[in-house]
T-cell receptor, first 113, second 118 residues
């Protein structure tokens, strides 16, 4: 299983762009990269998923270089409500059976005024 | 609100009690997961069910006993727990690929059961 490494914490001011990088040096060919957001006393929530290059949705962008050994979650113009823990997961693809999905340490983002 | 419902939201139990946590989803997902999360730590995988069969057990102590009675329901039976088992227990589900086809879909989590063992 690909192990992930993220910064433990980050601080940002409201309105700034935040980039959180995840390192996954032993990512396998079939692995996808998925980011989750978690607020206190809630379950993690899916933010974005990608395999290579760039993916963008209404809340974030995900940048994956050609070697796929790292990925960067980009949150544009953060607000106070983006204060949360962000997890990067690298998981094996399903092929008829459920796969193991293990969380790394996560990054605690604190947004202030 | 989430599409994965966990009950109860909070549970306090003594070390000699027997209790159960329940998780339900109606999205047709055939993979279901139990995670345990201690304060300020990431979720820790406990069990994975695929098509109602236990496929992964992460060396969890036998005082935790999972059960998947049908494709929508996942239970976690608790017996003779220790105070250090106090945590947030999270259930998640996702679709499973079929016919050997690779398939990736994110996990859908419930909001967990906050368990306190006294």
């Amino acid at each position: 299983l690909a192990k992930t490494t993220q910064p433990i914490s980050m601080d940002s001011y409201e309105g700034q762009e935040v980039n959180i990088t995840c390192s996954h040096n032993n990512i396998a060919t079939n692995d996808y990269i998925t980011w989750y957001q978690q607020f206190p006393s809630q379950g993690p929530r899916f933010i974005i998923q990608g395999y290579k290059t760039k993916v963008t949705n209404e809340v974030a962008s995900l940048f994956i270089p050609a070697d796929r050994k790292s990925s960067t979650l980009s949150l544009p113009r953060v607000s106070l409500s983006d204060t949360a823990v962000y997890y990067c997961l690298v998981g094996a693809s399903n092929t008829g059976t459920a796969s193991k999905l293990t969380f790394g340490t996560g990054t605690r983002l604190q947004v202030t005024l | 609100d989430t599409e994965v419902t966990q009950t109860p939201k909070h549970l306090v139990m003594g070390m000699t009690n027997k209790k159960s946590l329940k998780c339900e989803q109606h999205m047709g997902h055939r993979a279901m997961y139990w995670y345990k999360q201690k304060a300020k730590k990431p979720p820790e995988l406990m069990f994975v069910y695929s098509y109602e069969k236990l496929s992964i057990n992460e060396s969890v102590p036998s005082r935790f006993s999972p059960e998947c009675p049908n494709s929508s329901l996942l239970n976690l039976h608790l017996h003779a727990l220790q105070p250090e088992d106090s945590a947030l227990y999270l259930c998640a589900s996702r679709p499973v690929g079929q016919g050997g086809r690779s398939y990736n879909s994110p996990l859908h989590f419930g909001n967990g059961t906050r368990l306190t063992v006294t």
